[in-house]
């Protein structure tokens, strides 16, 4: 479904994981370490896949597809327990290059900023306000949902929060649920992709446009908010 490109657009929703940090790869290492501590040979490119999901989705999914049998109550408690304990350790995210900047040029346009994530990490939300300028009342995260992406509900929170229609926002995810997740609220969504996984994935994801770089996504954004039509 290819949304009509917005005209002056009214608000930016942006995802945080992958997007605005570079931080997908320390989720895709603590799930590789988590499930082998229970024997289960998790292949890294799944945490990509899965990316967005909530842990007991991916946990589940995953031993139905690598074990062909369901999870137990244990499995599904004890992996996502030790992957959030691994979390602990891993070194802080960067940022993703250009994007301070990028979002500092669409507030420059009075346009609001929104991120959208299902991440519940005190770590990265909390620096939201710091790095990006995005305090947590502009902010939808795990804690926000009942059903996480790829339901439409936490970018209709989005929409909410910023008070503007499908067609006045625009969406800036990584990764294939996020994408549906957007595209399934309505909205005009463009990947960057920033991860392992195939530009195709993220076209067939249903996004509108997608990058592999952050320069092309600067040029076109710019395009979008500054041209008149
Ligand atoms: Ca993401």
């Known amino acids: 479904m290819l949304q009509k490109n917005p005209s002056k657009p009214k608000a930016f929703l942006f995802d945080m994981d992958g997007v605005l940090y570079d931080s997908m790869k320390h989720h895709a290492d603590t799930w590789v370490e988590a499930f082998r501590k229970y024997n289960i040979d998790f292949p890294a490119k799944e945490a990509y896949l899965n990316e967005g999901s909530t842990g007991d989705a991916t946990i589940k999914k995953a031993i139905r597809e690598i074990e062909g049998r369901e999870a137990t109550q244990v499995e599904i408690e004890g992996i996502y327990t030790e992957k959030t304990r691994l979390m602990n350790y891993v070194p802080k995210a960067e940022m993703i290059p250009g994007m301070q900047a990028?979002?500092?040029?669409?507030?420059?346009?009075?346009?609001?900023?929104?991120?959208?994530?299902?991440?519940?990490?005190?770590?990265?939300?909390?620096?939201?306000?710091?790095?990006?300028?995005?305090?947590?009342?502009?902010?939808?995260?795990?804690?926000?949902?009942?059903?996480?992406?790829?339901?439409?509900?936490?970018?209709?929170?989005?929409?909410?929060?910023?008070?503007?229609?499908?067609?006045?926002?625009?969406?800036?995810?990584?990764?294939?649920?996020?994408?549906?997740?957007?595209?399934?609220?309505?909205?005009?969504?463009?990947?960057?992709?920033?991860?392992?996984?195939?530009?195709?994935?993220?076209?067939?994801?249903?996004?509108?446009?997608?990058?592999?770089?952050?320069?092309?996504?600067?040029?076109?954004?710019?395009?979008?908010?500054?041209?008149?039509?």
Do not use: W
């Open 102 to 229: 990028l979002i500092r040029q669409i507030r420059s346009m009075d346009i609001k900023i929104i991120v959208v994530t299902g991440s519940k990490q005190p770590v990265l939300l909390d620096r939201l306000g710091h790095d990006f300028g995005v305090e947590r009342q502009n902010t939808v995260s795990g804690y926000d949902v009942k059903h996480g992406k790829p339901n439409p509900e936490p970018y209709r929170i989005a929409l909410q929060k910023a008070n503007c229609k499908p067609s006045e926002a625009v969406v800036i995810e990584n990764a294939p649920l996020g994408i549906e997740s957007a595209v399934n609220a309505g909205i005009y969504t463009i990947a960057i992709n920033t991860g392992p996984l195939e530009k195709a994935t993220l076209k067939k994801a249903g996004a509108d446009k997608v990058f592999d770089t952050t320069e092309q996504l600067q040029k076109f954004v710019h395009n979008l908010i500054t041209t008149d039509r």
